[in-house]
Every structure is written in C-alpha cells, then in structure tokens.
C-alpha cells in the first residue's frame, strides 16, 4: 500500500489550500486516517484525525481553520485549511491505520504560507 499526498503549495496569508492523500490498493481500507505536519527544526507533530465513523479531533492551533475528511470508497483524505498563516507553514503529512493496527505514511507535501 502506498500513500500519495497533494494539493500543497505556495499561498498568502488568510488563503486557503486543499489537501489529499490517496491510497492505493483496491482490497485496502483504512480505520484511522490522520494529517501531520514538521515545520523546519521542529518535531513532527499530529494536526487532526479522523476514525472510521468520521468522528474528528483537532490540535487547539487549527480548530475553526482546518477540516479533515475522508472518502471511503476513494481511499482518500482531504484536509481542508482555510485562514492560512505563516506558522502554518510545513511539510504535511497523512498516516493511515489499518485494521490491524499497521501505520503507512505518505511522502509528504509542501506547505508554504507567505506574509
């Protein structure tokens, strides 16, 4: 199973970008999927999750700024961010938990917030 991550870029302050991580495998199905981020110098650090019945929780410095959501039959991810600063920006990443427990990471994607 691999994940693919994007929609980062390049985006002013109060702007909005759209996240996405798909994963492939047409037998795979996922029970937790969940968005990261690491900021140069900083540890990787949890943004939001989202579980199987798409209940989710939020890290205090997104709530009312960032949803996460999840298409089951895509496999996908999204993580929408709007009101966007420049201490958001990092490189973001998805994590998928398997129903047994097993954790696949995507590559990561870019996100750069300009002042």
């Known amino acids: 199973v691999q994940l693919q991550a994007s929609g980062g870029g390049l985006v002013q302050t109060g702007g909005s970008l759209r996240l996405s991580c798909a994963a492939s495998g047409s037998t795979f199905s996922f029970n937790f999927g969940a968005w990261y981020r690491q900021a140069p110098g900083k540890e990787r650090e949890l943004v939001a999750i989202i579980n199987s019945g798409g209940g989710t929780e939020y890290v205090e410095f997104v709530k009312g700024r960032f949803t996460i959501s999840r298409d089951n039959a895509k496999n996908t991810v999204y993580l929408q961010m709007n009101s966007l600063k420049p201490e958001d920006t990092a490189v973001y990443f998805c994590?998928?938990?398997?129903?047994?427990?097993?954790?696949?990471w995507g590559q990561g994607t870019q996100v750069t917030v300009s002042s």
């Open positions: 994590k998928f938990d398997d129903w047994y427990g097993y954790e696949y």
